[in-house]
């Protein structure tokens, strides 16, 4: 969908760091200990999975009618995201602790940067969901760099700017917080409220407000009057 980036690489940084900022605040208010205890194939494994439930929103099923709904398929796309982020941080954590002189962020972000301007080719659907295989491979046999490419085309194909995708992460970001608050990690946060699940309600809202600095403040009263109901 996105001829280029459209955005220069020092914004693309900015929003990078911004991204890694935020999905640290995230990992720590789950588990202040998770560099020590999460592994790289943890964030791999999450990584296919993920794809795997995206690959469920693309119509390959030839014994049923199936059609694409886009705002679930870039959802899935964005947790895909939180965890390649995660295993940016978790990877960087690991090569400062060995004392690389390569630091891993400053590595990763003009990678990704590189991938999503340098690839131009537009995927028909059947070479989409075979890039969908390829991210669930690379993750599997825990190929970073691949990983990041596949990733980046992927977006490339989904999204109509990486500002879209940028947005759409700091909304599930949010969500996630959330979620924890409202007793996620203890099974009695409630998911589906009213027949709708919480991803609906959050793109509705990001679709609504499309913008950065209201974007917190619209979302936590939209599930805070959710939840009171």
Known sequence: MQEKTNINFKEF?????KCLA??????TKINPNWK???TE???YRAIWLEAAELMEELPWKWWKKTETDFEN???????IFHFILSLILLKDHEWKKQNSTINYIEFSIPFLYRALEENDKKLNTEELITEVENLVRYAITERDTLTYLTFANIIKNTFESFDKLYLLYISKNILNHIRQEYGYNTGTYKKTINGLEDNKYLTKIVNQV???EELEKEIRKAFEELHNK
Do not use: G, S, T
């Open 22 to 27: 935020l999905q640290e605040q995230l990992n």
């Open 41 to 43: 194939k943890d964030f």
């Open 13 to 17: 940084k900015e929003k990078m760091i």
């Open 210 to 212: 499309n913008n950065e």
């Open 73 to 79: 398929l870039q959802i899935e796309i964005v947790d």
């Open 36 to 38: 020590e205890e999460r």
